[in-house]
């Protein structure tokens, strides 16, 4: 009913070549992050779990973490009141995750599905292409590694 489109099935080379692309647009920390907490849903001591928890946490989600993601503050201040009250669940980082997830699929895969690196891609019947050039998605821009909405004050960044 009001849920959002699933993302089409994964192949391989297809996921490879938009890991290849969010690399090329500074982008790869949200895949990283998803991923990184897909692992750490998976059953595993208490333990293990508290420290992974504390590792992603502080290299994804606190604000100036080494591979930091755009998620909310609230969801940023719920992490980490979890982690700092011990009150680690498989399900510690699902808001963080599902906030991602959510650019990715509103922002980042749109753009490289019209970006030149998969236009080629299709073209060649799945060869990867060698130029390297993609666009900007108009009504989207990347600033500062995070995934924001165009707006008009940064028209002038759209040129460049």
Same mark, same amino acid.
């Given at each position: 009913?009001?849920?959002?489109?699933?993302?089409?099935?994964?192949?391989?080379?297809?996921?490879?070549?938009?890991? =290849?692309?969010?690399?090329?647009?500074?982008?790869?920390?949200?895949?990283?992050?998803?991923?990184?907490?897909?692992?750490?849903?998976?059953?595993?001591?208490?333990?293990?779990?508290?420290?992974?928890? =504390?590792?992603?946490?502080?290299?994804?989600? =606190?604000?100036?973490?080494?591979?930091?993601?755009?998620?909310?503050?609230?969801?940023?201040? =719920?992490?980490?009141?979890?982690?700092?009250?011990?009150?680690?669940?498989?399900?510690?980082?699902?808001?963080?995750?599902?906030?991602?997830?959510?650019?990715?699929?509103?922002?980042?895969?749109?753009?490289?599905?019209?970006?030149?690196?998969?236009?080629?891609?299709?073209?060649?019947?799945?060869?990867?292409?060698?130029?390297?050039?993609?666009?900007?998605?108009?009504?989207?821009?990347?600033?500062?590694?995070?995934?924001?909405?165009?707006?008009?004050?940064?028209?002038?960044?759209?040129?460049?």
């Amino acid at each position: 009913m009001g849920r959002e489109p699933a993302l089409p099935p994964v192949r391989l080379d297809g996921a490879a070549l938009f890991g =290849k692309f969010v690399t090329q647009e500074n982008q790869q920390n949200t895949l990283l992050f998803y991923f990184a907490v897909e692992g750490y849903k998976k059953d595993r001591p208490n333990n293990e779990r508290t420290e992974l928890a =504390k590792i992603i946490h502080r290299k994804f989600v =606190k604000l100036n973490g080494e591979a930091s993601v755009d998620v909310s503050p609230i969801v940023r201040t =719920k992490v980490a009141e979890a982690i700092r009250n011990s009150a680690i669940s498989p399900g510690l980082f699902d808001s963080a995750q599902q906030e991602v997830e959510r650019c990715i699929r509103e922002t980042s895969y749109p753009m490289f599905l019209k970006s030149d690196l998969y236009v080629q891609y299709v073209s060649n019947g799945g060869i990867s292409p060698t130029r390297r050039r993609v666009p900007v998605q108009a009504g989207h821009i990347y600033l500062r590694g995070t995934c924001q909405p165009y707006t008009r004050t940064q028209n002038s960044l759209m040129s460049l």
